[in-house]
């Protein structure tokens, strides 16, 4: 079963808004969670690496201001897309590390602004 | 980590091998192969992950060259569901902060009926 769990699967909303998303371990502590984002008929890029009760840290070229990133607890990172506007839109996918396995990847999460 | 290169699309017929390769020239000695695929519109699933020896679980083999330079993933008996884009990704076992795993374009795989 899964591993990972995000939340929303899909969201719209209107430009301007802020959008959180929710990644969860399920049944395991992940010190580490990673951020991705996916455009259409694109690969995956790495948006930022999240840690349990530090910053995040982001990838060149993303804006930390704009993607706000917070692994309060060791099963839960969040990323809030603030002042979203219809560039933003995408499918956001979080994934965690179990111990030593390969990293486990949520279902996603698919933004459209309006 | 080093670069892979796949080619960018492969059909199978259904019930057939699909062999998709991947080049990895510049591999070294402490980074392994890892198998990835994604259908459409969900996250990326893990499929299998080896250094130098050949391995198989329920999923798949994945058969790599003795020189590791480049490796097989076989999916032995295709079905329309493994329609997806499989990532050939290399990299040393994630410890401390190094733990992301980085795509690269993938082969999307296409069963046939």
């Known amino acids: 079963g899964a591993v990972v769990s995000q939340h929303p699967s899909w969201v719209i909303c209107k430009s301007g808004t802020s959008v959180k998303i929710e990644c969860r371990s399920l049944d395991f502590q992940a010190t580490t969670m990673f951020w991705y984002r996916q455009f259409p008929k694109q690969s995956l890029m790495l948006m930022a690496t999240s840690n349990e009760g530090s910053k995040a840290t982001y990838e060149q070229g993303v804006e930390k201001d704009k993607f706000l990133i917070n692994h309060a607890s060791l099963t839960l990172s969040t990323l809030t897309v603030t002042s979203a506007h219809p560039e933003d839109s995408s499918f956001y996918i979080c994934s965690a590390i179990r111990g030593d396995q390969p990293q486990h990847f949520g279902d996603g999460t698919r933004l459209s602004i309006l | 980590d080093a670069k892979t290169t796949q080619p960018p699309s492969m059909d199978c017929a259904e019930g057939r091998a699909a062999n998709l390769p991947c080049n990895h020239s510049?591999?070294?000695?402490?980074?392994?192969v890892y198998w990835y695929r994604q259908i459409h519109s969900q996250g990326p699933q893990y499929i299998i992950h080896?250094?130098?020896n050949n391995e198989t679980n329920e999923m798949a083999s994945l058969i790599i060259t003795e020189d590791r330079k480049s490796s097989t993933l076989i999916l032995p008996h295709a079905t329309l569901r493994d329609t997806a884009v499989y990532y050939c990704?290399?990299?040393?076992?994630?410890?401390?902060?190094?733990?992301?795993?980085?795509f690269g374009a993938g082969t999307r795989l296409t069963v046939k009926p």
């Open positions: 990704i290399v990299r040393v076992v994630p410890s401390g902060n190094n733990n992301d795993m980085r």
């Open positions: 510049t591999i070294s000695g402490n980074e392994y």
């Open positions: 080896g250094l130098k």
